[in-house]
Nanobody, 121 residues
Framework: QVQLVESGGGLVQSGGSLRLSCAASGSIRRVNAMRWYRQAPGNQRELVAALPSGGRPNYADSVKGRFTISRDYANNTVYLQMNSLKPEDTAVYYC???????????????WGQGTQVTVSS
């Protein structure tokens, strides 16, 4: 089965940095776009950053200039480097990827388990 496993969350002070990682594994034919979402308590899940396969990254306005999404194509891993963190960045961060399994004819969205990022004032 295809899985996304996240790591790198934690507690930091305002202005600090964290790097999130998300590795896709399993019976994979192709990984298309990879994305990061986040969800704060009581809020809807929002798209933070997206990286199409072979394309340029896109960012939410709230994180532009502070966050960087990157991808290791050889290892099917996506990263989110988060700098100059603010308390409003506090949320559970979820990895998302469009993946075509080897045994299937179409791509599906898969989700990581989520990792907590807490930024204190």
């Amino acid at each position: 089965q295809v899985q996304l496993v996240e790591s790198g969350g934690g507690l930091v002070q305002s202005g600090g940095s964290l790097r999130l990682s998300c590795a896709a594994s399993g019976s994979i034919r192709r990984v298309n776009a990879m994305r990061w979402y986040r969800q704060a308590p009581g809020n809807q899940r929002e798209l933070v950053a997206a990286l199409p396969s072979g394309g340029r990254p896109n960012y939410a306005d709230s994180v532009k200039g502070r966050f960087t999404i990157s991808r290791d194509y050889a290892n099917n891993t996506v990263y989110l480097q988060m700098n100059s963190l603010k308390p409003e960045d506090t949320a559970v961060y979820y990895c998302n990827a469009e993946i075509r399994p080897r045994e299937n004819w179409r791509a599906y969205n898969y989700w990581g388990q989520g990792t907590q990022v807490t930024v204190s004032s």
